[in-house]
Structures are given as structure tokens and as C-alpha cells.
């Protein structure tokens, strides 16, 4: 939380164009941009309960010339500014001009599947939804550091980008660098070396994996655990660099599997590097089912570290 609202004043200071908008975003139910307001009174704009219009204002204040950054409180009611995205920050700059246009707009999403309780309207990762349209960038950091990176480089980009912050992960203590720090958009990172088992995971569910991948060293099984950061653009080659070594595969997401981040990923590889695998790929995600609005029942459907460490064990002996 403090590294993603560090970030904000950062950008806000070092160019006058970068302004914040969204529903309650002065006070702001995650604390993240509370306060920015005492220093930019001007460039932190209440919007009304309406995500396709202030969403809508995002991307006419990008055309402008301006660098928005607009929050949507929960990545359920993305579905609400579904046009504004989809169909016009996605696609302005290629319809109009020639190129001409550049809609430098950030979208920031709290997301995520584990709600704590918050249920199925507050609840549910669709970041796959998005992933569907050319044209948007889809960012999802998993540490404070890569949270810092990662949204300094959404903010200088030209074209839009979905930021989508873990609501679990706004409590998450971690080093950040000082300074300018940026993190190319579109490259994964290896936050585990092995050779057993490549896990390919993102967010709060990247953190399950290192934990799977701890106990399963002791039982001699090493594991590769790849933090994805960027889900469009995918970072394929670093995903089949692993599989090569490790001919197996397991993803692991808070989504729904079918139509899945871990369904891309499979199909990827079936196409480009089936003849790495030894072992049938492992999707892990989300239960095909309605969040229950119980403070531990989102769990129950939810991959969990003991079913990481079974799925490799399968494949390992398969």
C-alpha cells in the first residue's frame, strides 16, 4: 500500500499531467490514496458512483494530453466500464490518426479472489476478462518492489494499462528502492530456481507457491516459481525457457480455470514447446462456483499450498 501510494506522489510530482481519479478516492476504502489530497488538492477528483463515466473521463483526459490514473474499487464493477476500456482506450489510438492518439491512462483494480468475507460481488478475479482486448496493457505485481516499478512505468506509458493491485497484498512489507526505479511492463520474473517443476503463478497465489516450492525442497523436489507481473503482454519465452529444464508445468491463479490466465498459458505451451513436456499440465484456479460471503468459505474453493505441493508430487512421479 505504501509503496503503490509513494509511487502516486513520485509521478504527481515530477509531471503536472498526472492526476487521480475514481469513487471515494480522497478518503479511499484501502487507504492507498488517502491523503494525496493534502498536497495535490487540485489533481485528486471525487467522482460519482459511475465506473463507465469516470472511466470514460480517464481515457478523454488521456486523449487530452493528460496521464490519469484512475481507481476502480473492486475489479468486479470493471464490467461497468467494460465500453470505456474494451472499446475506446483500447482501440482509440489504432482507429483515429493513424497512431497519432495515445491514451496514456492507468486503470488501477483492487482484485483479487480472496475477499475475506466481502462476497460475490466483491470478490471475483476476472483479470482473464481483460486480458481479451488488443490494445491494453495487464499488469499484476505480487511485491511491494515490483508494485513500485511496475506503476512508475504503467504511469510513463503512452498506451493504457490495468494495474491490478491484490487486495490481500496491501498489507505486505517488503524493500522498495529508492529513487527512480522502473520495471519493464511484459517481463516475468524467477522468484525460485529449479529443476524439477516450473509453477507459473501471480500475486497472491505467487506467495502460496513459494512457500509449496519451500516444503517441497525438503522432500528433494526443486521448484521453479515464476512470478508472471505481466499478464498482457505474456512472457512466453521465459515460461517455455523453464519447461525446458523442468518438463513440467504447474499454473496456479485465483480465477476460474476455463477461459483462464493458466488456460492461455497451457495452450501456449501445447503449441510452442509440447515437446518439453513429460507430464500432462496442472491448472490450478478457482472452485466453478459462487464466493460465498463467509469471512473463511472463499478459501474452500481457492488453490491452497497443500494443493501445489500434491500437484507436483504427481507430476514429478507421473
Given at each position: 500500500?505504501?509503496?503503490i ?8 510530482r515530477r509531471?503536472?499531467?498526472v492526476?487521480l481519479?475514481?469513487?471515494?478516492i480522497?478518503?479511499n ?5 488517502r491523503?494525496?489530497?493534502d498536497?495535490?488538492p ?6 460519482p458512483l459511475?465506473e463507465?463515466?469516470f472511466c470514460g ?5 488521456a486523449?487530452a494530453?493528460?496521464?490519469?490514473v ?21 482501440k482509440?489510438?489504432?482507429?483515429c490518426?493513424?497512431?497519432k492518439?495515445?491514451?496514456?491512462a492507468?486503470f ?7 475477499t ?6 466483491h ?18 505485481p ?5 508494485a513500485?516499478?511496475?506503476l512508475?512505468?504503467a504511469?510513463r ?11 490481500l497484498?496491501?498489507r505486505?512489507?517488503g524493500?522498495?528502492p529508492?529513487?527512480?526505479y ?8 524467477i522468484?525460485r530456481?529449479g529443476s524439477?517443476?516450473t509453477?507459473v503463478?501471480?500475486?497472491w ?12 525442497a525438503?522432500g528433494g523436489?526443486?521448484a521453479?516459481v515464476?512470478?508472471?507481473r505481466s499478464?498482457?503482454?505474456?512472457d512466453m519465452?521465459?515460461i517455455l525457457?523453464?519447461v525446458?529444464?523442468?518438463?513440467r ?9 476455463m477461459?483462464?490466465?493458466g488456460?492461455e498459458?497451457?495452450?501456449n505451451v501445447?503449441?510452442y ?10 491448472r ?6 459462487i464466493?460465498?460471503s463467509?469471512?473463511y468459505g472463499d478459501?474452500l ?13 504427481e507430476?514429478?512421479a507421473f
Amino acid at each position: 500500500m505504501t509503496a503503490i501510494r509513494d509511487t502516486l506522489l513520485e509521478e504527481m510530482r515530477r509531471d503536472e499531467r498526472v492526476f487521480l481519479i475514481g469513487e471515494d478516492i480522497k478518503i479511499n476504502v484501502w487507504a492507498v490514496t488517502r491523503h494525496i489530497v493534502d498536497e495535490f488538492p487540485d489533481r485528486v477528483i471525487h467522482a460519482p458512483l459511475s465506473e463507465s463515466g469516470f472511466c470514460g473521463v480517464g481515457v478523454g483526459a488521456a486523449l487530452a494530453g493528460l496521464r490519469p490514473v484512475v481507481e476502480v474499487m473492486y475489479l468486479d464493477f470493471v464490467l461497468l466500464a467494460a465500453d470505456s476500456l474494451g472499446n475506446q482506450a483500447a482501440k482509440y489510438r489504432y482507429m483515429c490518426g493513424g497512431g497519432k492518439f495515445k491514451v496514456p491512462a492507468v486503470f488501477r483494480i483492487a482484485g483479487g479472489g480472496s475477499t475475506r468475507g466481502a462476497g460475490c460481488h466483491h470478490g471475483q478475479a476476472l483479470e482473464a476478462t481483460l486480458m481479451h482486448y488488443p490494445g491494453l496493457k495487464i499488469v499484476y505485481p505480487s511485491t511491494p518492489a515490483d508494485a513500485k516499478g511496475l506503476l512508475t512505468s504503467a504511469i510513463r506509458e503512452d498506451n493504457p494499462i490495468i494495474f491490478h493491485e491484490h487486495k490481500l497484498l496491501y498489507r505486505m512489507e517488503g524493500m522498495v528502492p529508492d529513487g527512480d526505479y522502473t520495471i519493464p511492463i511484459g517481463k516475468a520474473d524467477i522468484k525460485r530456481h529449479g529443476s524439477d517443476v516450473t509453477i507459473v503463478s501471480y500475486a497472491w497465489p505467487l506467495h502460496k507457491a513459494l512457500s509449496a516450492a519451500a516444503k517441497l525442497a525438503q522432500g528433494g523436489i526443486e521448484a521453479e516459481v515464476i512470478d508472471l507481473r505481466s499478464l498482457r503482454p505474456l512472457d512466453m519465452e521465459c515460461i517455455l525457457k523453464s519447461v525446458e529444464k523442468t518438463h513440467r508445468l504447474i499454473t496456479v491463479e485465483e480465477g476460474t480455470k476455463m477461459g483462464g490466465v493458466g488456460a492461455e498459458i497451457a495452450a501456449n505451451v501445447a503449441e510452442y514447446g509440447l515437446q518439453y513436456l513429460e507430464a500432462p499440465v496442472k491448472r490450478l484456479a478457482a472452485a466453478e462456483w459462487i464466493i460465498p460471503s463467509s469471512t473463511y468459505g472463499d478459501q474452500l474453493g481457492l488453490p491452497q499450498e497443500e494443493d501445489i505441493v500434491a500437484a507436483a508430487k504427481e507430476l514429478v512421479a507421473f
